[in-house]
């Protein structure tokens, strides 16, 4: 059984973040489930242009409200509590907050993220070692 307790890896390799966002990593590699899980949160105004290359990733947002784009087709999608997203073929998107409250979401990546990865200049994490 695994119990992870938030306050327990604030502060830790597993609280990542980067200009506009920050991500406790609930779940990592290391802990043997074959996915990891995070809880993400996106500051108000921000815009996060990403794509994993070598990870496919589902977002549940909990609060807050945003857009994804799909930067290929340019098609949008509202991002609001309730909503799932994901981008399952590793997918060129762009997250942008509209809302003046942070986005708050779940996110699952499968391979498992080691727990530090931070977004490389192209806006995904390196491919697993």
Not at 29 to 49: C, N, Q, Y
Not at 59 to 65: A, D, F, L, M, Q
Not at 72 to 79: L, M
Not at 98 to 125: K, R
Request: hydrophobic fraction near 35%.
């Amino acid at each position: 059984m695994i119990i992870v307790d938030k306050s327990d890896i604030a502060g830790t390799m597993r609280d990542a973040a980067g200009p506009g966002w920050n991500s406790l990593r609930l779940l990592v590699r290391d802990d043997g489930m074959g996915f990891s899980m995070t809880e993400t949160t996106i500051d108000p105004g921000a815009v996060l242009s990403l794509q994993y290359k070598h990870h496919i990733e589902a977002c549940y947002c909990i609060s807050g409200v945003g857009t994804v784009t799909e930067l290929d087709s340019g098609a949008q999608h509202a991002i609001h509590a309730g909503i799932l997203y994901a981008p399952d073929a590793h997918d060129r998107h762009e997250v942008r907050v509209t809302g003046n409250q942070p986005l708050h979401l779940i996110c699952v990546f499968s391979p498992a993220l080691q727990g530090d990865e931070v977004h490389g200049p192209d806006g995904s994490y390196a491919a697993p070692s």
